[in-house]
């Protein structure tokens, strides 16, 4: 059983899709409990698999039992192991999350709503730890296909915007099939070890190069990384609660996995920046994603619209990190995964408590917000504090390996770009504490003898994820040093 | 000497961290609610005595509380001088708290649970910043001060207190995030460690640039200091109720903030490292015009809460001179100083906010013959002043007299001449309102001829504090030991 362990990690939640959409029609109910069963029984395969790649090193498992280069092979290494683990649990906590929030968005359709949920979910999955370039492409459209009738789901604005999302991610998803083709062209092969054999780094050719830029570009579009971030913040802002939980921590964190997987198992790293040296360029990109998406947050009042600036803003962390071209640059892209990931969550989750309760995210419905859910706005507080970067939650250590590397590679603009945003953030988040602490509510007239509250709490099934990823933002920073030193310095000890 | 592996200092920021959810969860009794402060506050001192004797014999108490990144673990180390912080914030909070249980509870104030929880989770910090072993430590503790601290400056929350609380989250986050964040991540980038050590962590050959990068940026990072021109969110914070800016400007806050910039200067850079580079100088000229700047600003403050702002402003820098002097000395004398002005300053805080209780009176101006309807505030408000100043009979002497013996050893006169003005601009913005509290002509008093002080809880605390600024005076061996250990001078 556990040597199935990486098929069943995807297989179970697609047979899981089918299932929920025959039995849906038959007991609508079901599908929340089967959605919730299937990513428990999920997340446990890809703990225990985390638990093996950390004990024993990187699974590696042959579909059909075809040997690696012809048949179709998962990897799971020190880098993706993780990954998993995070898009499972994250998964998890949104489908727990989904229960009243569906019933009230999409009545009716409650049942499609999850089995392209799980879908969704297994498309992620796949993408992360197939070793092969183009089942990444075929698992890249499971997933897109999928969040596009997700979105669509909703009403209004959203269809204009899922339409802008889709036409973005299909350019997108063309140029990485595109590149895919040229590496295919040149190397006869699609398994990506194998491709990193054949293209021997002193040879690149031409068409090699443009392999790698069309696989960039279609990533960068996937992950909207500034100029290519237009179709982000509306698509966010106008989808149901759930699925904007669902879509904004993973979708563009897997496609920033898929850039790392590129630039160091298929391309050769060394190769990437002692050759090519394209860094100042891309960093000097990341540095205009960070400073972009500060400054365009800051003009929002909208909160679920800030929030969806700030990931570009995020976006640009990342890549930046990643181009740094040393350790602590990549260990501070790799770790700001995890943590963006969950820290996205844990705002997202928050956010949509409010909208669920108030029905509005507009920071003049904040207003004394506090004292009317309490236990969500602690939820917010600390995703906030991780977003400015407050030890000892998780986005301060991201911080800190980023900074680290930005110093070491002499990238000063970067250096600064980080701190800006970190001052950013504080600002915009002080704004709405003190909106929602310090003002009071609408119906009170503001002096100081404060009434009693009506304490108008969201139920407990949102209540609970939200503060369990509060929790872990807490947790995952504190064991920082055990995530660098088991999983990601390993991976990096691989190509560097 | 040893080093003694031990859960007291976790135990004590523990303890505070623990009363501070208890309070928030009694806020149905009021007296109940208050108990547990002074509960914790007791076993605070109780655990804080424990070590006090094995410290003073010249050991220290370590605790590894986690490894957050590889090689550099989130740790408690406790030496003299953490130990000395500690108990001036262990024994003042107790004070304070039932200064302000005399204060909010006559003036109605609203949402006191918030307030006292806040308190207590800002002296769990504060102690978290005394214990750290590291530069990484310290910063987490301090960050978690600055957030506890914010609802206690906002607690009007009016537009002027939302003000003030805004301007001063700006300011501390700012430079903490802009500057000290990456001081910190280059030194440990440069030297692979961020560890607290007397010889300091930079080798001697470091590049004399970066050096100086650091130092200012160290400086001006940690701007619960006040060192100009970071100095503007200590006087916008005086929208707080008084036992917050008693808090703020002798318990916690800005305490906190020289203690850190004495840590960085004696633990990072090390005293050698300062006096034989041009970075001594360069701390001191930066210190002195704070020092001399903020008397005279202080000279023009019409509101009794704002100059004693910026006589805080002013004698903060004062410690940081004497750091800066980088002699054994100066360094005792400034660690000393950190506990004598905070006797001295509470002091003059509880005075002024006793005056509010009594009166409902801010201004200087509106205290002409406030001597004769409060006698033993204005006693305990001239004691107070009497050592902010530094003279004889008070604490503060004793600090300022190891400074100026720093001072003069590291042989530069103009330091000399910056104490000598400095307390002459004290004494000048001091004694014209004490002065004119008891001898004001009979026509010019604007009090009657009848003795009316505040509250019994208003009035004990600056009573209380008054005499141990005496008292500290007579023994300042309860602190200066602890500093001589700190800096390694044998008893």
Redesign the interface.
């Known amino acids: 059983m556990i040597d199935q362990a990486p098929a069943l990690i995807v297989v179970i939640p697609l047979l899981a899709a089918l299932f929920i959409t025959v039995i849906g029609v038959y007991k609508p109910r079901l599908s929340w409990i089967l959605t919730v069963l299937t990513f428990v029984i999920t997340s446990i395969f890809t703990i225990i698999t985390l638990k093996q790649v950390v004990v024993i090193g990187p699974v590696y498992y042959m579909f059909g039992n075809w040997p690696a280069p012809f048949g179709i092979e998962f990897v799971i290494d020190h880098l993706n192991a993780l990954i998993i683990a995070m898009i499972s649990i994250v998964a998890l906590l949104v489908a727990i999350y989904s229960k009243h929030d569906v019933k009230k968005e999409l009545g009716d359709k409650i049942p499609h709503f999850y089995s392209l949920f799980t879908l969704l979910v297994t498309g992620l999955l796949g993408i992360t730890m197939t070793g092969d370039a183009f089942n990444l492409y075929v698992l890249l459209e499971v997933s897109a296909l999928t969040s596009y009738a997700l979105l669509a789901l909703s009403k209004g604005r959203a269809y204009i915007a899922t339409f802008n999302y889709l036409i973005m991610g299909t350019i997108g998803a063309c140029f990485y099939l595109l590149g895919v083709g040229y590496l295919l062209i040149n190397t006869g092969s699609l398994n990506m070890a194998d491709i990193a054999t054949i293209i021997n780094a002193n040879t690149y050719s031409y068409a090699v190069l443009a392999a790698f830029l069309f696989i960039m570009i279609g990533m960068w579009t996937k992950m909207a990384l500034f100029p290519l971030h237009g179709w982000l913040p509306n698509v966010y802002t106008y989808a149901p609660t759930s699925t904007s939980c669902l879509l904004a921590p993973l979708m563009t964190k897997v496609s920033v996995y898929v850039m790392l997987r590129m630039m160091t198992s298929v391309f050769n790293y060394d190769y990437i920046f002692n050759v090519l040296q394209w860094q100042q360029v891309i960093v000097a990109l990341a540095v205009l994603a960070i400073l972009a998406g500060s400054i365009l947050a800051f003009r929002q009042d909208n909160l679920k619209r800030m929030l969806t600036y700030l990931i570009v803003a995020e976006i640009g962390y990342m890549v930046g990190g990643a181009w740094l071209g040393n350790v602590n640059g990549f260990t501070g892209a790799s770790y700001h995964i995890i943590a963006d990931g969950f820290m996205t969550l844990c705002l997202f989750l928050a956010i949509g408590c409010i909208i669920y309760k108030i029905g509005d995210s507009s920071l003049a419905s904040m207003k004394g917000i506090f004292k009317k859910m309490p236990l969500t706005m602690v939820g917010f507080l600390i995703g906030a504090?991780s977003m400015?970067?407050?030890?000892?939650t998780c986005g301060f250590?991201s911080?800190?390996y980023l900074?680290?590397g930005a110093?070491?590679a002499g990238a000063w603009p970067f250096?600064v770009a980080l701190?800006v945003s970190?001052?950013v953030n504080?600002?915009l988040f002080?704004r709405i504490i003190?909106v929602g602490?310090?003002h009071a509510l609408p119906e009170e007239e503001p002096n100081?003898?404060?009434p009693k509250h009506k304490r108008d709490e969201a139920p407990l099934s949102m209540i609970i994820p939200l503060l369990t990823t509060a929790g872990l933002l807490i947790g995952i920073?504190?064991y920082?040093?055990d995530i660098?030193?088991y999983l990601i310095?390993p991976f990096i000890n691989t190509f560097l | 000497m040893q080093t003694f592996t031990s859960f007291l200092p976790a135990a004590i920021v523990l303890t505070s961290f623990i009363g501070s959810v208890a309070v928030f969860f009694t806020k149905k009794n009021q007296n109940l609610r208050e108990v547990w402060t002074f509960i914790t506050a007791a076993i605070n001192i109780v655990l804080l005595f424990r070590m006090a004797k094995w410290i003073l014999a010249g050991n220290t108490y370590t605790y590894h509380i986690?490894?957050?990144?590889?090689g550099?673990?989130?740790f408690f180390n406790v030496d003299g001088f953490g130990m000395l912080f500690a108990f001036v914030a262990g024994s003042l909070w107790i004070v304070t708290s039932l200064y302000s249980i005399g204060y909010m509870r006559p003036l109605k104030e609203?949402?006191q649970t918030r307030y006292f929880a806040c308190f207590a989770l800002a002296i769990s910090a504060t102690m978290g910043v005394a214990f750290s072993g590291n530069v990484?430590t310290m910063?987490?503790f301090y960050?978690i001060l600055s957030?506890s601290t914010y609802?206690l400056v906002?607690h009007?929350?009016d537009n002027e207190?939302?003000g003030g609380?805004?301007k001063y989250?700006?300011f501390l986050?700012?430079t903490s995030?802009?500057f000290a964040?990456?001081a910190m991540?280059?030194t440990?980038?440069n030297t692979g460690t961020l560890t607290f050590s007397n010889a300091g962590i930079f080798s001697q050959t470091a590049d004399p640039t970066l050096l100086l990068v650091l130092l200012l940026l160290f400086l001006f990072g940690f701007a619960k200091s006040g060192i100009m021109p970071f100095h503007v969110w200590l006087p916008g914070a005086m929208v707080a109720p008084t036992p917050v800016s008693a808090l703020l400007h002798a318990v916690a806050v800005v305490k906190v903030g020289v203690f850190c910039v004495l840590r960085i200067l004696t633990g990072v850079f090390g005293i050698d490292l300062l006096s034989s580079t041009s970075l001594s100088t360069v701390v001191c000229v930066i210190a002195s015009i704070t020092v001399i700047v903020s008397s005279l600003i202080a000279l023009t403050q019409d509101n009794l809460k704002r100059r004693l702002a910026f006589s805080t402003v002013g004698q903060l820098s004062y410690i940081v001179l004497g750091a800066g002097i980088a002699t054994m000395y100066g360094v005792m004398g400034s660690m000393t100083h950190i506990a004598m002005h905070a006797f001295g300053k509470i002091t003059l805080f509880f005075c002024a906010g006793a005056i509010y209780v009594a009166t409902g009176k801010k201004y200087i101006s509106q205290m002409v013959g406030l001597g004769k309807q409060m006698p033993i505030t204005m006693i305990a408000f001239l004691i107070g002043s009497m050592s902010v100043i530094g003279l004889p009979l008070t604490g503060g002497i004793i600090s300022k007299w190891y400074m100026v013996l720093g001072a003069m050893d590291s042989g530069r006169i103009w330091i000399l001449i910056v104490y000598l003005i400095s307390s002459l601009l004290n004494a000048a913005y001091f004694f014209p309102i004490v002065y004119n509290a008891f001898f004001c002509k009979e026509e010019d008093s604007q009090y009657p001829n009848k003795i009316k002080e505040a509250p019994l809880p208003a009035l004990i605390p600056p009573v209380l504090t008054a005499i141990g600024t005496f008292l500290l005076f007579i023994y300042p061996e309860l602190f200066l030991n602890f500093a001589k250990v700190a800096v390694g001078v044998s008893k």
């Open positions: 504090f400015i970067g407050i030890p000892p250590f911080k800190w900074l680290s110093y070491e250096f701190l970190s001052l504080a600002i002080f003190e602490y310090f100081h003898n404060h920073g504190i920082t040093a660098v030193t310095r | 986690a490894e957050v990144l590889p550099l673990p989130l609203h949402a990484l910063y987490v960050e957030l609802p906002t009007h929350q207190a939302r609380g805004r989250l700006t986050l700012t995030i802009g964040l990456p991540i280059i440990y980038l």
